[in-house]
Nanobody
Framework: QVQLVESGGGLVQPGGSLRLSCTAS????????MAWYRQAPGKQRELVAR??????TSYADSVKGRFTISRDAENTVYLQMNSLKPEDTAVYYC?????????WGQGTQVTVSS
């Protein structure tokens, strides 16, 4: 059973930065892709950023130019979030895909507020 553990969330002022980490219990190369999703209160969970096995990245329009997804060679994926806005407030979830299975972390809260 694959486990994903997120960390790095917290409270930050508008314009600030945070870096989220997701550590997997399996090597990242075993997944076809890893991604970050977020869910704000009363809203559906949405895809924020995705990175494939070969390193191809994609982003939601709302975070392009502000967020960067990356990974290390072993088992950790990162989400660097800059120029944070109040509308970025949400629970952020790590996701790993290994067809036909999908795995989720427990989520980490990010709150952007002055």
């Amino acid at each position: 059973q694959v486990q994903l553990v997120e960390s790095g969330g917290g409270l930050v002022q508008p314009g600030g930065s945070l870096r989220l980490s997701c550590t997997a219990s399996s090597r990242i190369r075993s997944f076809s892709a890893m991604a970050w999703y977020r869910q704000a209160p009363g809203k559906q969970r949405e895809l924020v950023a995705r990175i494939s096995t070969v390193g191809f990245t994609s982003y939601a329009d709302s975070v392009k130019g502000r967020f960067t997804i990356s990974r290390d060679a072993e088992n950790t994926v990162y989400l660097q979030m800059n120029s944070l806005k109040p509308e970025d407030t949400a629970v952020y979830y790590c996701n790993a895909q290994s067809s036909p299975s999908t795995y989720w972390g427990q989520g980490t809260q990010v709150t952007v507020s002055s």
